[in-house]
């Protein structure tokens, strides 16, 4: 016999056993006070009172023992023990009460229904074949010392026979009950499988999704939802804690269904979001469901759109410029160079020359932004490409211009087209030496390489000690035609992102603390081919 025999092979099994521990006490108890009272000579008509007494303690006294002993068996063979003793001592006391008017037959009866329920198969009928053949043989050798036990012999077989009767049924429903639970246990894991893939999905999907409950905390937040609204932790705080614009776009929505929430911005540089919510019944309890939808990107296509189409325009404006503008550059060189002509005008010339290259300048960046040709990724070693980077940077830096480079960790590659992203870097650095250049006498500026621990992918940082950008032009800088200077063209910023973008790869503009600037570039991870 292998643990196999076993029906029981959990805590459902070994509930069953304490109960028919609990069961054989209770038995041996009720035996043990009938013999201590008045009343067992005239309720039974013992063969042998005084061996009656002697197997009533015993089977109580054995059935502690075994109760204490037997508690949770490994395998079938204590559980088949048990159920023998237990039929033994039964069948021991059917005989010492004087067989089947005792009633002790139905009590083996109950022992053997038990015992199929904790063995299976022909383990199980054995057990019942046991108990068949005591009450059986008991009765025949009862016979003999008491003639009129010859009448009990039906009775006997009758015993056995419901004996066989009652493992065939305990045997049938608990196989029944055993494919019930097995099927119940396959379902459960089905369910749980399948709230373990949508949890997954959710987790993993870009739309960010909140529940929020009645009292507007949060129940259920995935990691689009923490990331929009740049909040890692997010279950059971109160909407109006971290993120009260939302808060008022679910109050209006509430005030009137039909209209459509208006788009929010998270933070100074976080995207736009734009929400939409849904009432979400629960039982009683109806809970709102929100969902976060990134809309940078839509305004980005759309505006990538736009400014095809302006830049198509502005190249065939920029083409028939150019030549009354090389004409009127030509003609102010030449007046320059007039030596009739006094300071003043010779200075209203030099502004002329000024202008006009100025205006060559927007032109030229005009035509590259329309004449942009289609990016190149290349697998990177961000590493090696930016110490050659920073080396061939210094050797065109003017004596009190400096660049530092900083790296952390190894193995940081990606995939970009490596001459836009000298264009990148070098505009970036470019931009940051002339605005620390203004506040200090050695313009500084710092490169730094890492893996971002969050997202694990490759981040450089540009960083200068300038003064930063005022508060009120964050959300412009990256904007055409947008420039703080007099002698800018607000393109620089513009085409930098715009070819980050078509790598993969993401710019930014972060605060620095203790001042100056810093733009951060999140690259593509290196499997990625554009």
């Not at 037959?105 to 038990?114: D, E, H």
């Not at 689009?224 to 679910?250: F, V």
Request: with cysteine.
């Amino acid at each position: 016999m292998g643990t196999e025999n076993l029906a029981f092979l959990g805590d459902q099994g070994r509930r069953i056993l304490r109960l028919y521990h609990l069961y054989r006490l209770t038995i041996g108890l009720a035996l043990v006070l009938l013999i201590s009272s008045d009343l067992h000579d005239s309720l039974l008509q013992m063969s042998n009172p005084a061996l009656f007494s002697n197997g009533a303690w015993l089977y109580l006294i054995l059935n502690i023992i075994v109760s204490v002993l037997v508690q949770n068996p490994k395998r079938d063979l204590p559980v088949l023990g048990l159920a023998l003793m237990d039929v033994i001592l039964l069948s021991g006391l059917f005989y010492f009460a004087g067989g089947t008017p005792s009633g002790i037959g139905n009590l083996l009866i109950v022992a053997v229904a038990i015992a199929n329920i904790l063995l299976r198969g022909r383990v199980g009928f054995f057990v019942a074949a046991v108990a068949a053949i005591g009450l059986i043989y008991l009765t025949f050798y009862l016979s003999l010392s008491k003639p009129e036990a010859a009448r009990q012999f039906v009775q006997a077989a009758a015993l056995g026979t419901l004996c066989f009767a009652a493992a065939l049924l305990v045997q049938g429903l608990t196989r029944r009950l055993q494919a019930s639970e097995h099927l119940a246990r396959q379902r459960a894991e089905d369910v749980a499988n399948l709230e373990a893939l949508n949890a997954l999905i959710l987790q993993r999907m870009r739309t960010g999704i909140l529940v929020l409950d009645p009292q507007r905390q949060v129940l259920l937040a995935n990691q689009g939802a923490q990331q929009l609204l740049e909040q890692p932790e997010t279950g059971g705080m109160p909407l109006a804690e971290y993120c009260p614009d939302l808060l008022n776009r679910l109050q209006q929505w509430q005030s009137n269904p039909t209209l459509r929430p208006e788009p929010l911005k998270i933070g100074q540089s976080g995207p736009i979001v734009q929400p939409s919510f849904a009432s979400l019944q629960h039982g009683e309890k109806r809970n709102t469901l929100v969902f976060l939808e990134d809309s940078s990107h839509i305004a980005q296509k759309a505006q990538q759109l736009k400014l095809a189409s302006l830049g198509r325009l502005t190249a065939s404006i920029a083409h028939e410029i150019r030549n009354p503008l090389g004409a009127i550059s030509h003609a102010a060189q030449l007046l320059h160079e007039s030596e009739s002509l006094d300071a003043a005008d010779r200075r209203l010339a030099q502004i002329i020359q000024d202008h006009s290259r100025r205006m060559n300048l927007v032109i030229e960046n005009v035509l590259q932004l329309s004449r942009r040709r289609q990016a190149e990724p290349q697998l990177l070693d961000l590493k090696y490409w930016l110490h050659r980077f920073v080396s061939e940077l210094r050797n065109t830096l003017a004596p009190q211009q400096s660049v530092h480079l900083e790296v952390i960790g190894s193995s940081l590659q990606t995939r970009m087209d490596p001459n836009q992203l000298t264009q990148v870097l070098t505009n970036l650095v470019q931009n940051g030496l002339r605005y620390s250049g203004l506040r200090h006498a050695r313009a500084q500026v710092w490169l730094r390489l890492y893996r971002d621990p969050a997202s694990d992918l490759p981040v450089v940082e540009v960083l200068d000690d300038g003064d930063g950008v005022a508060t009120e032009q964050l959300q412009n800088i990256f904007e055409p035609f947008f420039t703080t200077e007099s002698k800018g063209t607000g393109l620089g910023l513009y085409i930098s992102r715009e070819l980050c973008e078509s790598n993969q790869a993401r710019l930014d503009y972060r605060e620095r603390p203790g001042g100056g600037s810093c733009f951060h570039i999140v690259f593509a991870h290196a499997s990625k081919t554009g």
